[in-house]
């Protein structure tokens, strides 16, 4: 049988771990933190990583920048297997990338089905495209 390790005390070293939403915000300090912890990141956004994986870098980590839009499976698709190739596989996956409504009155009535569907679409839709995408290669 086999030991589940203790998640207080786990190394992270070695392990790769792909961060959507990496270029600002919450995404960004989890990428910075699992660098911290030994992860080689992927920082994946639809905007420019480049400032955190320098960043994880300076401190003595290892990154790489993924682009990926979240709401595309073949986005996706692209994405892990980028992960894949220069790092080998994914290990974990912190799905970050989030938006809010800014483009509409943020009300039941004043919501565009525009703004509402952009927001389904990357908050909801987004993560589920990750898992689906890199959980084949974690059950290998």
């Known amino acids: 049988m086999t030991s589940v390790p203790d998640p207080r005390t786990a190394s992270l070293a070695g392990s790769v771990a792909l961060v959507t939403g990496a270029a600002q915000g919450i995404g960004r300090a989890t990428a910075l933190r699992l660098g911290a912890e030994g992860a080689h ?8 990583t480049a400032d955190t994986v320098k960043q994880i870098e300076a401190d003595g980590g290892t990154a790489r920048a993924v682009w990926v839009d979240v709401r595309r499976g073949d986005a996706w698709r692209d994405a892990v297997a980028d992960v894949q190739g220069a790092l080998g ?11 809010v409504n800014l483009q509409s009155e943020d009300t ?24 689906r995408a890199v959980i084949p290669g974690m059950r290998r």
């Open 89 to 99: 596989g994914v290990d974990l996956l912190a799905n970050v990338a989030g938006v």
């Open 108 to 131: 039941v009535t004043g919501l565009t089905e525009e703004a509402w569907d952009e927001v389904i679409a990357t908050d909801l839709k987004g993560p589920w495209l990750g898992m």
């Open 41 to 48: 990141v992927a920082c994946a956004d639809i905007q420019d």
